[in-house]
């Protein structure tokens, strides 16, 4: 089974502060994404990665960057955190379209509420 | 972008009924996926549609795809309690997916 690792459940953080987001997945995947999700809003893609150190912004890149060292971590920062931050974090993997039909396998989400 | 937007936003029904949720998309699609989300977990793939796809089924799922109304509808037979959960409908761009807001569902004993 693929599984995708989120580093922690809930986060309290003060704003202001800088905020790490892990994921790990263990598939082997060459694309990487992160989500935030929203009351009314659904997910809004924030940033993507199709390979080690590449990335690319999504709908609401603003006030968040990312980082891809390794193939299977993609961390996001949130480099000051705001309250207008405090959501729900989901990440997830896949393969690209042409070898698994861009099925996305996700973490269990970040439950970040900034202070 | 290519959003695929649910109807309807909530759905409550009883058990051994089925539910029916439908999506519509605005642009052409490679194809089209449905997840579930049960409350506060991440999202989990049910089952995908390619573009020149007319209808699937995995199970209890059986999803319909109309790419000349741009629309597509998912049907689960014999609703469990179990099933209670958001169903998100997402188009497939080339390496990102677009999802909708999502339909909640509740299934009652």
């Known amino acids: 089974d693929v599984k995708v690792t989120q580093s922690s459940r809930y986060l309290v953080k003060r704003t202001g502060e800088k905020v790490f987001l892990e994921c790990v997945q263990d598939?082997?995947?060459?694309?990487m994404f992160w989500y935030r999700q929203d009351p009314g809003l659904g997910l809004r893609l924030i940033y993507f990665?199709?390979?080690?150190?590449?990335?690319e912004k999504g709908d609401i890149p603003e006030g968040y960057s990312v980082s891809r060292e390794k193939k299977e971590r993609f961390s996001l920062i949130l480099e000051s955190a705001s309250t207008n931050q405090t959501s729900m974090y989901l990440c997830?993997?896949?393969?690209?379209?042409?070898?698994?039909?861009?099925?996305?396998?996700f973490g269990a989400g970040t439950r970040l509420s900034v202070l | 972008s290519q959003q695929g937007e649910e109807d309807p936003q909530a759905l409550s029904i009883q058990e051994g009924e089925n539910a029916t949720m439908n999506c519509s998309y605005k642009?052409?699609?490679?194809?089209l996926q449905w997840y579930r989300q049960n409350s506060g977990r991440g999202l989990v793939h049910l089952i995908l549609?390619?573009?020149?796809?007319r209808e699937k089924h995995s199970g209890r799922l059986r999803v319909t795809l109309d790419t000349s109304k741009k629309s597509s509808s998912l049907l689960i037979t014999a609703s469990r309690a179990a099933d209670t959960a958001s169903y998100f409908c997402?188009?497939?761009?080339?390496?990102?997916?677009?999802f909708g807001k999502g339909t909640m569902l509740l299934v009652s004993p």
């Open positions: 990665s199709y390979d080690v150190k590449m990335k």
């Open positions: 549609i390619r573009s020149n796809e």
């Open positions: 642009t052409s699609i490679n194809n």
């Open positions: 997402a188009t497939s761009g080339y390496s990102t997916l677009t």
């Open positions: 997830a993997s896949s393969q690209p379209t042409g070898k698994g039909g861009n099925i996305q396998y």
């Open positions: 598939m082997d995947h060459e694309n």
